[in-house]
Nanobody
């Protein structure tokens, strides 16, 4: 069973930085999807969960929602089965619970959570003004 564990959340002031980590375990050699196809989502109170960043289908590129482009960077360490989200120049509107997820199909856009089957428990990010 695949397990994803996020860490690195916290409270920072606007303009600050955080680095989120997502440690994955339980993949087998037969798994088609792994850290190559993971993404970060977030959900603020009263709002729907939204995709924040993801790796492209063949792993060479990345996707970001416009509001975080240039400030956030998704990366991975394959040897550690860990995916990161470096968040710089944080804004109060970035406050949310952040989740990592593993994609299992490319039938949906990268930001559509229907394409993801394994989710972490989330890590809270709070940005104060």
């Amino acid at each position: 069973q695949v397990q994803l564990v996020e860490s690195g959340g916290g409270s920072v002031q606007a303009g600050g930085s955080l680095r989120l980590s997502c440690a994955a375990s339980g993949y087998t050699s037969g798994d088609t999807y792994s850290t190559k196809h993971m993404a970060w989502f977030r959900q603020a109170p009263g709002k729907e969960r939204e995709g924040v960043a993801a790796f492209s289908r063949y792993g060479a590129g990345t996707y970001y929602i416009p509001s975080v482009k240039g400030r956030f960077t998704i990366s991975r360490d394959n040897a550690k089965n860990t995916v990161y989200l470096q968040m710089n120049s944080l804004k109060p509107e970035d406050s949310a619970m952040y989740y990592c997820a593993t994609r299992f199909t490319f039938d949906y856009s990268w930001y559509d959570e229907r394409g993801y089957n394994y989710w972490g428990q989330g890590t809270q990010v709070t940005v104060s003004s």
